[in-house]
Nanobody
């Protein structure tokens, strides 16, 4: 599975950005797509994820109510709409895909765990100025 992230940029606090992650090659094996971010000097952290089949969504507490993850079936993308952006949202954002496991199910904690993800796209920079 190949992932291509796009949509980052510079925005003022309170503004919005939309990130998109285009998936190709063997996407029938994808269980979930997630977005993670890595701020300078910090660990990569979970932002949001969506299961590919039944479209269940999960969010980090820090973005709940501001970010929305969705899947565009026609375009085969996973998108992250980011509203009410804050300077602390500044980071490199990565999309990732988690392959369907042998048992066919992944719980919420596992979907939020970056080490569970099998495929990663290149990062896209999001900078929020105050």
């Amino acid at each position: 599975v190949q992932l291509q992230a796009s949509g980052g940029g510079l925005v003022q606090a309170g503004g919005s950005l939309r990130l998109s992650c285009a998936a190709s090659g063997g996407t029938g094996s994808v269980y979930a797509m997630g977005w993670f971010r890595e701020a300078k000097g910090k660990e990569r952290e979970f932002v949001a994820a969506i299961t590919w089949g039944d479209l269940n969504m999960v969010y980090a507490d820090s973005v709940t109510g501001r970010f929305t993850i969705s899947r565009d079936i026609a375009k085969n993308t996973g998108d992250l709409q980011m509203n009410s952006l804050k300077p602390e949202d500044t980071a490199i954002y990565y999309c990732a895909a988690l392959r369907t496991p042998r048992g066919g199910f992944v719980n919420t904690a596992q979907v939020m765990d970056r080490w569970r993800y099998d495929y990663w796209g290149q990062g896209t920079q999001v900078t929020v100025s105050s």
